[in-house]
C-alpha cells in the first residue's frame, strides 16, 4: 500500500520481496533487529531508514512526504 502512495506521486520505489530475494532472511532478521515487528514494510531514502507504513502515512498527513521523495531526487515538480 504505501509503494502505492509513493508512486502516486510520480515515485518509482524499488521494491525487494523478502521472500523472493537471495538474502531475504538475512534483511528480515536485521529488520527485527532494528525494531520492526513486523519488519517490512521497511522504507529506505538511500541507506537511510525511514520507517514501516505507519511512518509513511504520518509523513504524508504532515506534508512531509513529497518534501522527503523531493530530497531524494525521487519526483520532480
Known sequence: MYNLLISSFGANPTVYELDEHPKGHQIDKELKGLGFKPSVPAVF???????????????????????LLLGANAIWV
Open 45 to 67: 531514502k538511500g541507506q537511510k531508514l525511514i520507517g514501516g507504513a505507519n511512518e509513511i502515512m504520518a509523513l504524508h498527513l504532515k506534508g512531509q512526504l513529497v518534501p
